[in-house]
């Protein structure tokens, strides 16, 4: 069981944006689709899916945006000093933010329990026992 305590403190590499995360993710999520092979320079990319109102930013934040597969928009807000992405979201539902986690100064929370696009997975990553597994976007 975890017992985190919230809120919990991130920023960016830079420190410029800041921000606290007030309440528990609804999942933690690790794609492998190559875009977020790009984004992450590594083997998938960790989101923690979280609502709007369980967030508060500090400092100016830039966007970048681009067409999904799916034909949805894919948006994302960036620290405009170090290039740092802090989340990830649909314009069509602003509510629903796509965390990237991994800049919160307790990581506890990132165990992810699903695992997509592993269509695209590096051949070498092994996934976990015990995880939801999807071959595209669920």
Request: aromatic share 10%; hydrophobic share 35%.
């Amino acid at each position: 069981m975890n017992n985190t305590q919230y809120p919990i403190e991130g920023s960016c590499q830079c420190g410029q944006v800041r921000y606290q995360l007030l309440a528990a993710p609804k999942v933690v999520v690790a794609c492998h689709c190559k875009e977020c092979q790009k984004l992450s320079t590594s083997a998938f990319s960790i989101t923690a899916m979280v609502n709007a109102d369980d967030l508060v930013f500090y400092g100016e934040m830039k966007d970048w945006r681009r067409v999904a597969d799916s034909g949805k928009t894919s948006a994302a807000k960036f620290c405009p000093q170090c290039g740092n992405r802090l989340y990830h979201y649909d314009p069509q539902e602003p509510n629903n933010i796509k965390l990237k986690p991994s800049n919160l100064s307790d990581t506890s929370i990132i165990q992810p329990t699903m695992h997509v696009w592993v269509s695209e997975k590096q051949n070498w990553y092994v996934i976990p026992d015990g995880v939801k597994v999807f071959s595209q976007q669920p």
